[in-house]
């Protein structure tokens, strides 16, 4: 037993290694929870995101930090198999074929494991434990066991699976068992909440739509949103995708909604910058979804750009926090069209960056984001015509439309989400 009163319990510590020295990675969930932390005494138990480290637990800005260590075996049994080859796709209702391996199984159990063992260590008497998303479904069942003195809460990131698709899960009583160890699991939306109501009725429940810091969000200077729309040829529209590269996001969609428009004629003088951060690149679905997206950039630059003006401007690699708000501010149009996602916090910080009602936001109906922003252009992902009838509507937004969700995103923020859900636990 340790003495921390509140635990966070997340895959990932809030910190990356940059060279010999760790950094805040930056995101709503730190930013968030770091007053928590501070005052209620806490610490966040996580993997620091390197297999090669043996890592004792340390004090970073203010939060102690317990370092759960995995070895490369771990980390593709446990993250990159079924984290991200079985739950992943499941979850997100089968874009692609999840795989199912009882080795992925047995070594997401030998993780979870250690996740439970290490909070057991660290938490004080009768502390208040929150554990982080699909990683980590068997972590709340374990604690349970080691330590019943513990209040624990769940919060589930992605979406929850309708049970048909749900029973595909060989391992489906395990995960529903784990679960059942906590005193209260939080979902995105209503509807997921409701998918796992269908299959256990005596967990506490409820719906927690996460957030963003809005106030991080900083508006670009006038200068600064003229520089950027000067280097993409001062286009009268310019568009804008901005994901990790992941075949849930619907990225190939929009590109080609916007070749379309091209072709037929109903959109011109138009830019569109997509930046997409690596994700997930070992995984054969992952390699192929980027091969798809930058075979249909290059082959709009080729038909509709021009020499020295491209149509599609593509960025392949992170960019930093204050850059990323001169996009979203330059935008005229943002296009977030996944096809499942369980929030999506980029069209949340889109809003917060046009407190003047302009810009427009294009929305997948199946991002969990659309219950809040039903405001924006709404769309079908798996309907290309939709996506066109979105961003040509979106060409002449009502500026009445962006502030209303203006308004309720700076209402509710992440740090609302994290109180309602203490609150509640
Ligand atoms: C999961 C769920 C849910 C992206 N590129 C850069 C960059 N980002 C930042 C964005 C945003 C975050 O990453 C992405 O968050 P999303 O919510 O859009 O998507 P996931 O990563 O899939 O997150 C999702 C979320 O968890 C929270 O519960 O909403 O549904 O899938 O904040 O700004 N940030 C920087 N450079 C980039 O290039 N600095």
Redesign the pocket.
């Known amino acids: 037993m340790g003495g921390n009163e509140f635990v966070v319990v997340a895959n990932r510590l809030p910190v990356d290694k940059v060279g010999d020295h760790y950094e805040v990675s930056?995101?709503?969930?730190v930013a968030a929870l770091a007053p928590v932390l501070r005052s209620r005494g806490g610490c966040w138990v996580g993997w620091p995101g390197d297999t090669s480290s043996d890592l004792a637990p340390f004090t970073f800005d203010g939060i102690s930090l317990v370092p759960v260590c995995l070895d490369q075996d771990d980390f593709e049994g446990f993250y990159e198999g079924f984290s991200n080859s079985t739950l992943w796709p499941l979850y997100h209702d089968l874009i692609v074929t999840p795989d199912y391996n009882q080795d992925w199984w047995e070594r997401y159990v030998a993780v979870n494991e250690k996740f439970a063992r290490a909070t057991a260590e660290t938490a004080a008497e009768n502390a208040t434990v929150w554990v982080q998303?699909y990683q980590l479904q068997l972590v709340p069942g374990m604690l349970r066991e080691l330590r019943p003195d513990l209040t624990i809460g769940f919060?589930l990131?992605?979406?929850f699976p309708a049970p048909a698709l749900f029973q595909q899960l060989p391992w489906r009583d395990e995960i529903l068992a784990g679960l059942s160890g906590c005193d209260l699991i939080g979902f995105?939306r209503t509807t997921d909440e409701e998918n796992f109501r269908l299959l256990t009725t005596n967990i506490r429940t409820g719906t927690f739509p996460?957030s963003?810091d809005a106030e991080e969000i900083e508006q670009a200077t006038e200068s600064s949103i003229s520089q950027l729309r000067t280097s993409l040829g001062d286009p009268k529209h310019v568009l804008l995708g901005?994901?990790?590269m992941?075949y849930?996001?619907g990225i190939l969609q929009r590109l080609l909604a916007v070749e379309e428009l091209l072709e037929e004629g109903l959109l011109d003088d138009v830019a569109v910058v997509q930046?997409?951060?690596p994700?997930r690149e070992r995984l054969g679905h992952y390699r192929k979804t980027r091969r798809e997206v930058e075979e249909a950039i290059g082959r709009i630059n080729g038909r509709f750009g021009e020499i020295g003006r491209p149509i599609v401007h593509y960025?392949h690699?992170?960019?930093?926090?204050d850059?990323?708000g001169v996009y979203y501010s330059a935008a005229d149009i943002m296009l977030?069209t996944?096809f499942k996602?369980?929030?999506?916090?980029?069209?949340k910080?889109y809003v917060a960056a046009h407190p003047d009602g302009d810009g427009a936001l294009v929305l997948s109906e199946f991002?969990?984001?659309a219950v809040e922003l039903n405001q924006a252009y709404l769309c079908n992902p798996f309907d290309l015509g939709s996506i066109k009838s979105a961003i040509v509507a979106a060409t002449e937004p009502d500026p009445a439309r962006m502030r209303a969700m203006y308004d309720w995103v700076m209402e509710h923020d992440v740090t609302r989400w994290a109180h309602d859900f203490l609150e509640a636990l």
């Not at 930056?26 to 969930?29: E, N």
């Not at 690699?317 to 926090?321: D, E, L, M, S, Y």
């Not at 996602?341 to 069209?347: E, H, I, Q, R, S």
């Open positions: 930056p995101g709503g969930l998303d919060f990131h992605i979406p995105q996460i963003i901005v994901d990790r992941d849930t996001k930046l997409a951060t994700s960025v690699r992170g960019v930093a926090k850059k990323l977030v996944p996602d369980g929030m999506n916090l980029v069209a910080e991002a969990g984001a």
